[in-house]
């Protein structure tokens, strides 16, 4: 009988409760979110209410429908972006100029070859190896 009770408590402390947002709050919080100030997830995670009611609260107060697809970034996220980039597209002309100046190296070692008669490639690898320069 001591079981019976105990799992009717565990049942209780299950329920969900009940909790009403008002109008002009759920309208407050659909502008934040269209103005980029704040994520459906920070405000699902804030006020602990799920995202689909946060997506329902966009789509009764503001002009997108539920058919349409709408991906809500930070702006900051946005410029995070742009900023890497940015940074990928610079090494990769980084990386651009160091071929060149390999293909170039291995260029003038051919050439200093032909011309001298002896491979310089091979004394400037032994001096480098050695530690010596």
Known sequence: M???KL????SQNKRRTIRHFSEAFKKEK?????EK?????QISDLYKVSRTSVYNWIYKYSQLSP????????ESEEQ??????????????????KQLEL??????FEYAKEELG???KKKYEQLSSNGSA
């Open 2 to 4: 001591s079981t019976k």
């Open 103 to 108: 293909d170039l190296n291995v260029k003038v």
């Open 80 to 97: 995070k972006t742009k900023m890497l980039l940015n940074r990928v597209a610079e090494l990769e002309r980084v990386v651009g100029q």
């Open 37 to 41: 100030k704040v994520t459906v997830y």
């Open 7 to 10: 799992s009717i408590t565990k």
């Open 118 to 120: 002896y491979d310089i």
């Open 30 to 34: 659909v502008q934040l979110i269209l």
């Open 67 to 74: 058919q349409t697809i709408t991906v809500v970034q930070m």
